[in-house]
């Protein structure tokens, strides 16, 4: 095992630079941090190519074949994205792109422009909970390998296809395939509660501030909301997501 006592040392350094967008895609790597974490990607096809732990952490058991190293306690929290390290992290090679065909009975979240991490990583981790063929991430959506977007899903991020492409194209794919496709909006459609479980969905939802372009509701079959109640200006975008997703999704 190699052990790193500086923060100087050239694997530190480039921990950090991934810390930032420009740089997972230059390097074409990302981290994942903490124990969870670590042990879902050495479960599921993500090539790991260096484990960091410090001397005291245990190392999952399925590392075979993962260079390990070794640091200090100072040097893991220069490494460390979080106030709280929890003393081990992996640098991962980026998926490649998963291949989705689009299918009669599938069921998609297509998101446009999403920018929280947390909102992103919490409606990953929903999708991955109701079953959801895909997620497509449209223009101006936040990276998925954002480290809070990573550890916000909890591992979901590796259980299904999350893909950044063009929603327009998604749109039409699930046209010739006669899925129907909902937006949502505050302002128009109809309440959530009026559709009934589909068979096969896709799903549209929007930025925080600004909701879903109005290009894409125009192309939706049918937009809906989710009825307010109380006093409250609307619902957080990861909230709404999860309610529309398991009232849409038809257990088979």
């Not at 075979?64 to 003393?87: D, H, I, N, Y």
């Not at 299904?160 to 899925?179: Q, S, T």
């Not at 509660?193 to 896709?202: K, M, S, V, Y």
Request: hydrophobic share 35%; with cysteine; glycine share 8%.
């Amino acid at each position: 095992m190699n052990k790193i006592e500086s923060a100087k040392n050239p694997l530190v350094k480039l921990t950090k630079r991934l810390q930032k967008r420009k740089q997972r895609e230059k390097e074409g790597l990302f981290v994942v941090e903490g124990y969870h974490l670590v042990e879902e990607v050495l479960q599921h096809d993500v090539e790991v190519q260096e484990i960091i732990t410090e001397d005291h952490k245990n190392i999952p058991a399925n590392h075979a074949g993962a260079r390990v190293s070794l640091v200090t306690e100072q040097v893991m929290k220069e490494m460390s994205s979080t106030e709280t390290p929890q003393g081990i992290l992996a640098v991962c090679r980026l998926p490649k792109t998963q291949e989705v065909i689009v299918q009669k009975k599938g069921s998609y979240l297509f998101i446009d422009g999403v920018q929280d991490p947390g909102n992103l990583g919490t409606m990953i981790r929903t999708a991955d909970a109701v079953g959801v063929s895909a997620v497509i991430l449209g223009e101006g959506t936040v990276d998925p390998y954002n480290d809070k977007v990573v550890r916000a899903t909890q591992g979901s991020l590796f259980h299904l296809p999350v893909i950044k492409g063009d929603l327009e194209e998604w749109i039409k794919a699930c046209r010739n395939k006669n899925i129907p496709v909902f937006g949502t909006c505050v302002t128009q459609g109809t309440t959530h509660t009026a559709i009934e479980a589909q068979d096969g969905f896709a799903l549209i939802v929007g930025n925080e501030g600004a909701g879903v372009q109005e290009k894409w509701l125009e192309q939706s079959d049918q937009n809906i909301y989710v009825p307010i109640y109380g006093n409250a200006e609307s619902l957080n975008v990861s909230v709404a997501t999860g309610i529309l997703l398991y009232h849409l999704k038809l257990s088979h």
